[in-house]
């Protein structure tokens, strides 16, 4: 009988948190760590063991996943006080599938191979859908052979496991990702808002677009939620402004030209200034409706 691994997971959020109770339901033995005592309590009740550190965490596993909002919450797990590389040992394999800068990713893997462990950058694609049902899209940058042998953990969270490239290249993955996702977002709303205005009904405009060579997941998922006015939070207003924040930061890195991402953003940001940092990022097509003084869907009397 092969004995699998035992997995550390640090960050139990709206992601992090179903993610990790997928690896314990495929039978790994799980160890989990978070700044919020209530997701550790529900893992710990569910079959986890919990840790009072990212240090202790390493120390008591053999792999290391991490699940957090943004670059500074993931260096403060992986190299701060009681951080995860003070308790690491050589040949241990860390996986981070935060989405942080690809610059941040490459610092953090040097000083992983300083301890000699390995980091692989392996941000996912799919909200929080995908970490429910397992079909996450993970991307990877970093070494290939560490890769292959986490894989086995990873395909309890992901469908999809693509190697990228070398580190931080499932990072500037992501980044190209959430450019997609952000700039369809703005021109499905755009689209939707121009058919009301016009007169047109936009659920029939949406219906029509889905057969033809517009169609999207965005213009099916995303344009369903602007009609519906379905605002529960899946993926927060704020983490889509960081995100795109990540993409400019990779664009003046690389030396790519972003403008439609810049404008975007500042949408994002439009919103953030609103008070809506929490709640669901569909919520951009409130600020074209404002603008053209026209709503998607008739006021109820």
Same mark, same amino acid.
């Given at each position: 009988?092969?004995?699998?691994?035992?997995?550390?997971?640090?960050?139990?959020?709206?992601?992090?948190?179903?993610?990790?109770?997928?690896?314990?339901?495929?039978?790994?033995?799980?160890?989990?760590?978070?700044?919020?005592?209530?997701?550790?309590?529900?893992?710990?009740?569910?079959?986890?063991?919990?840790?009072?550190?990212?240090?202790?965490?390493?120390?008591? =596993?053999?792999?290391?996943?991490?699940?957090?909002?943004?670059?500074?919450?993931?260096?403060?797990?992986?190299?701060?006080?009681?951080? =995860?590389?003070?308790?690491?040992?050589?040949?241990?394999?860390?996986?981070?599938?935060?989405?942080?800068?690809?610059?941040?990713?490459?610092?953090?893997?040097?000083?992983?191979?300083?301890?000699?462990?390995?980091?692989?950058?392996?941000?996912?694609?799919?909200?929080?859908? +995908?970490?429910?049902?397992?079909?996450?899209?993970?991307? =990877?940058?970093?070494?290939?052979?560490?890769?292959?042998?986490?894989?086995?953990?990873?395909?309890?969270?992901?469908?999809?496991?693509?190697?990228?490239?070398?580190?931080?290249?499932?990072?500037?993955?992501?980044?190209?990702?959430?450019?997609?996702?952000?700039?369809?977002?703005?021109?499905?709303?755009?689209?939707?808002?121009?058919?009301?205005?016009?007169?047109?009904?936009?659920?029939?405009?949406?219906?029509?677009?889905?057969?033809?060579?517009?169609?999207?997941?965005?213009?099916?998922?995303?344009?369903?939620?602007?009609?519906?006015?379905?605002?529960?939070?899946?993926?927060?207003?704020?983490?889509?402004?960081?995100?795109?924040?990540?993409?400019?930061?990779?664009?003046?890195?690389? +030396?790519?030209?972003?403008?439609?991402?810049?404008?975007?953003?500042?949408?994002?940001?439009?919103?953030?200034?609103?008070?809506?940092?929490?709640?669901?990022?569909?919520?951009?097509?409130?600020?074209?409706?404002?603008?053209?003084?026209?709503?998607?869907?008739?006021?109820?009397?």
């Amino acid at each position: 009988m092969i004995t699998k691994p035992t997995v550390g997971f640090i960050g139990l959020g709206i992601m992090g948190r179903p993610m990790a109770l997928n690896v314990l339901r495929a039978g790994y033995p799980l160890v989990v760590y978070d700044l919020m005592a209530e997701p550790v309590q529900m893992l710990v009740e569910a079959g986890a063991q919990a840790a009072i550190s990212p240090q202790a965490l390493a120390a008591q =596993v053999e792999v290391v996943l991490l699940c957090l909002p943004d670059s500074p919450d993931v260096c403060a797990a992986l190299t701060g006080p009681a951080g =995860v590389l003070s308790g690491v040992r050589p040949g241990q394999i860390i996986v981070d599938m935060s989405t942080i800068s690809p610059v941040v990713a490459c610092e953090l893997a040097d000083a992983a191979a300083a301890q000699g462990a390995i980091l692989l950058d392996a941000p996912v694609s799919g909200g929080e859908v +995908g970490a429910r049902t397992a079909t996450l899209s993970i991307m =990877v940058g970093g070494d290939a052979a560490a890769l292959a042998q986490v894989r086995p953990i990873l395909a309890t969270m992901g469908q999809r496991i693509l190697h990228m490239g070398a580190s931080g290249a499932g990072q500037v993955t992501k980044a190209c990702n959430q450019i997609a996702i952000a700039v369809t977002m703005e021109a499905v709303a755009e689209a939707l808002v121009l058919a009301a205005k016009a007169g047109v009904d936009p659920a029939q405009v949406r219906e029509a677009l889905l057969g033809g060579y517009a169609y999207s997941k965005v213009l099916e998922g995303h344009g369903e939620r602007y009609l519906t006015r379905n605002f529960t939070p899946g993926f927060r207003t704020r983490l889509q402004y960081k995100d795109l924040n990540i993409a400019l930061e990779a664009g003046r890195a690389y +030396g790519a030209t972003l403008p439609a991402t810049a404008l975007v953003q500042q949408f994002f940001g439009a919103l953030m200034a609103r008070g809506a940092a929490d709640q669901d990022h569909s919520l951009l097509v409130t600020i074209f409706e404002e603008l053209a003084n026209q709503t998607l869907t008739p006021p109820t009397t």
